[in-house]
């Protein structure tokens, strides 16, 4: 049998499970309204949580940096691909999460495979959030430590692990800070406190909470007033650009530098993607507007799918889980939202739990009441239609 041949029907039990994908194009910036496929529709599906990702200042210093450096870096950064602008972007980031040291990688994924394939060491043991993201769990399989999962946020279930645990050299706890399926917030204060009562270090990546959680938006660590050994954060999502970075102490990044590989042999993020994110954290430090109305359309919009009935996971997050449950009724309630105009595409296993699927909306502080009302209204219709809602 041919590749070709053994990947068809591969794929063509993908599709009787309801699980195929597809990608769709896009054919304006991914701001409340986008064009995908031709076709007009309010976007509910963007990490770009304070619409910073289409703002003129970040456009604007991404252009002035194209004419000095160029389009690409050239190299990784310990060869050719290291600018003052990486070096300017990772003294803004320490600034910001008010840690030691920072270093950039290429993405956010990539910082965490980087931090868990290095940091912990045979002998060690990791404790895993049962829903992490998918670069954490590949992290700790790439790494040399043992691996223990506990119950998702179930501070109970991870003190008995970490109570069983002292056969082991080191112990770290690996959480997200904002779940990017559930959009729940991990307990960080009672993390911890576990932490310190047995040993352990802490790794946060937070991603989903930079820009948006705490006072001044420095995520999960300012939200609970703690200080975790490691903070492993994006730029792909409220700061408006792309790469990943991780923050913590100067030994800490030193030794990420010397021996994390998706650092070392991985090109560098662009000049001009630097100088864009500095900005990007220029504004989220120098004004709380955008976090101000982002909260806003966070707490009115789950309000009012909760008043309609839905089950709705979650925290008061940008990320709104809306549980369907079986997989071919959330990619149809899916594409009833596209007949209507709106793009909030269905998430099915193995992304999450069987019987979990759902439509997962994302909240910006671009939207507008009216689009709110409109994406309520649509889902109080569909909802009846397929019969989920009373």
Not at 12 to 26: D, S, V, W
Not at 86 to 101: D, G, S, V
Not at 179 to 188: E, R, Y
């Amino acid at each position: 049998m041919s590749i070709d041949a053994w990947l068809s029907e591969r794929l063509e039990k993908t599709k009787e499970q309801g699980l195929y994908r597809q990608l769709r194009t896009m054919n304006s910036v991914p701001h409340s309204v986008l064009d995908t496929g031709g076709h007009r529709q309010l976007n509910f599906s963007s990490n770009d949580y304070l619409g910073l990702v289409n703002d003129d200042r970040l456009i604007d210093a991404a252009n002035s940096i194209l004419h000095e450096f160029g389009v690409g870096s050239s190299g990784s950064r310990l060869t050719t691909g290291n600018t003052k602008w990486h070096e300017k972007l990772e003294n803004k980031i320490a600034q910001f999460k008010q840690t030691e040291a920072a270093l950039l990688f290429s993405s956010g994924y990539l910082a965490n495979v980087g931090v868990l394939s290095s940091l912990p060491a045979k002998g060690d043991v990791i404790f895993s959030d049962q829903l992490n993201h998918a670069s954490l769990i590949d992290g700790c399989r790439l790494s040399k430590a043992e691996t223990s999962i506990y119950k998702h946020v179930d501070m109970e279930d991870l003190e008995q692990k970490l109570k069983e645990a002292g056969c082991y050299q080191r112990r770290f706890i690996v959480t997200d800070g904002v779940f990017s399926m559930d959009g729940t917030i991990a307990p960080l204060h009672k993390i911890m406190l576990l932490a310190e009562r047995y040993h352990a270090y802490v790794i946060v990546d937070d991603a989903h909470a930079t820009g948006v959680l705490g006072e001044k938006g420095r995520g999960t660590s300012e939200y609970f007033g703690v200080y975790p050994d490691v903070v492993i954060g994006t730029l792909s999502k409220a700061v408006g650009s792309e790469g990943g970075f991780v923050a913590g102490s100067k030994i800490v990044v030193d030794f990420l530098l010397n021996h994390a590989r998706t650092f070392i042999f991985q090109t560098a993020i662009a000049p001009s993607i630097c100088a864009a994110s500095y900005v990007g954290f220029e504004i989220i430090e120098g004004s709380r507007e955008k976090r101000h109305c982002l909260v806003l359309n966070i707490k009115r919009l789950r309000s009012c799918l909760k008043e309609m009935g839905y089950t709705i996971k979650g925290d008061d997050t940008p990320i709104i889980p809306v549980i369907i449950g079986d997989t071919r009724k959330a990619v149809l309630f899916a594409e009833k939202l596209q007949e209507k105009g709106i793009y909030a595409p269905a998430i099915r296993p193995p992304t999450i739990a069987v019987g979990e699927s759902r439509i997962r909306l994302t909240v910006t502080s671009e939207h507008s009441s009216s689009e709110i009302d409109y994406l309520v209204e649509s889902f109080s219709l569909i909802g009846r239609e397929l019969n989920l809602i009373i």
